[in-house]
Structure formats: C-alpha cells, structure tokens
C-alpha cells in the first residue's frame, strides 16, 4: 500500500519529500519566503517608519492648529479693580480744583475727555457751576467734588449704540432752545436724540437710551488740590462685558484732551 491509498498512484512529480507526512495532516505554507532569523525585514520597518513620522507629523500639525486656536481668540485684558488715577490738565501739569472751577462752568463750551479706567473709555469732565453772575447752573450735584460740589465726570460713550465723543457731547446753558426735563444743559447724543441730566448721575432724560451715563467717582485731595478718578458706578460703559475689561489700564494718570463737539439742536 502506498501513502496515497491502496493503489493511489503517486501524482507525477512524485518526490519523496512530498509524501514524507502523513495523510491528512494539514501544513502551512508560506506564501513568500520568510526572513531568516536574525534578518530585517525592511518592509515591516520601512512601514514602522511610516507611523512614527505620520505621528510626529500629526502631533506637530495638532499642536500648531491649538497654537492657531489660542490666538484666534481676543486676548482678555483689563483690570482686577478700579484705580485711583490722577487728572492731568490739557498741558499735562496735575489739574487743580481752583483751575477746574475758575476756567469751567455749565456755560463752557468746552468738551473736556479723559480716559478712565481703560485707554479706550473716554469720559467728560464737567463744572456744572454757573459762571459768575449767571443762574444757569447747579451745585451740590449727585457725586460732584470741589468746593461747590460741581464737577463730575460721567462717561463719554453713549448708552444708546455707542456714539462716543464728541457725537455725543456737552450742551452748556443757552446753546439750544430745547430745554428736556426742565434743563438748560445736559449731555446730548446727536446720533439718535439721546438726552442725560448732569446734574442728577447722567439719568436718561430724553431715549432711545433707557440706561444712564456710567458716572466717575471723582476725589478732591484738599492737600494739594488735585483731581483723581477713583472708581465707576452704573451700568458697564457701553461696548464693554464689563467697565474693567476691554482694554489696558490708563496707568496712574490720564491727560485732559479738548474735543470738537458736534452739536445740533433739531431734536425734540
Ligand atoms: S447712539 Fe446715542 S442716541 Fe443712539
């Protein structure tokens, strides 16, 4: 008997080596050659390779897409708390009561803005006082300092849409017949006809505003007469999240600029 059977014939070419197992014995075949022991197989390690730079690749291309991330977003600057920061008059000398109330009054043409707390929040600074002589004024107003208790400071960016100065600006006595709420000087928004009462912490006289003028809290050094801007009360100035965010600090003093009021009296 043969290992094919009983009289199986041995397929043509018939080697020993091919019936040199037994029958029904399944084996593996290798379909290609396999590396000796102790060869590399390049293609295994050329495919090694391929990974950890795709990996590299991938980790650097991931890091750069967070680094672009990071700075798509706006930096938030700001402060941690209200400053005391000192006015400086247009010359840049510290600016005194005595200067503020002998050269500044409700008839004043003048708009005067400082920046406070942050670079890019401009607010007026006004002596509500009548000139000599005049009645057209007021004294001993919501948060006003110096000896009458005259000037304020109230923000200079309109609570409506955001007009800021001089769009938005002073109205000194006499400047227009119209006369909101009963005054003859007043903060005027020539955007939209928005009207606040200086003397009462900027309230709303006249809309589309139907929130105050954020006020600065002023503070008299009766010791060497200076001005500082301390702190802010009211809603956030318009534009910002919040009044302490949105910009840089002014630092420790803020210079007095003189601005080119737009003003119209058409509004009602
Ligand atoms: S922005 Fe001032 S009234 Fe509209």
């Not at 006369?179 to 928005?194: A, E, M, N, R, V």
């Not at 500082?228 to 009211?234: D, H, K, R």
């Amino acid at each position: 008997m043969t290992a094919f059977g009983m009289g199986a014939a041995c397929p043509s070419p018939c080697t020993a080596a091919a019936l040199s197992f037994p029958v029904g014995q399944l084996h593996r075949v290798a379909a290609t050659p396999s590396s000796e022991p102790g060869e590399v197989d390049e293609t295994k390690r050329n495919v090694l390779k391929l990974l950890v730079a795709a990996g590299v690749v991938g980790a650097a291309g991931g890091g750069l897409v967070a680094g672009s991330l990071q700075y798509a977003q706006p930096p938030t600057v700001g402060l941690s708390s209200f400053p005391r920061v000192q006015l400086l008059d247009l010359d840049g000398t510290p600016l005194t009561v005595t200067k503020a109330e002998k050269e500044y009054n409700a008839e004043t043409g003048d708009v005067l803005t400082f920046n406070y707390p942050l670079r890019n929040e401009p607010n007026f600074l006004l002596n509500v006082a009548p000139a000599s002589g005049s009645s057209s004024g007021a004294t001993n107003v919501v948060n006003g300092v110096g000896s009458q208790k005259s000037i304020v400071a109230f923000s200079a960016i309109c609570q409506h849409l955001g007009c800021p100065a001089p769009a938005i600006s002073y109205y000194p006595a006499g400047i227009c017949p119209q006369s909101p709420g009963g005054k003859s000087f007043y903060i005027h928004c020539t955007c939209h006809g928005s009207t606040y009462d200086v003397t009462n912490g900027a309230a709303n006289l006249t809309g589309p505003a139907v929130l105050p003028l954020p006020q600065v809290i002023l503070e008299w050094d009766q010791g060497d007469d200076t001005l500082y801007a301390v702190n802010m009360v009211g809603p956030p100035v318009n534009g910002h999240l919040d009044t302490l965010t949105g910009d840089y600090g002014v630092g420790t003093s803020s210079q007095l600029t003189r601005q080119q009021p737009v003003r119209l009296c058409n509004f009602s």
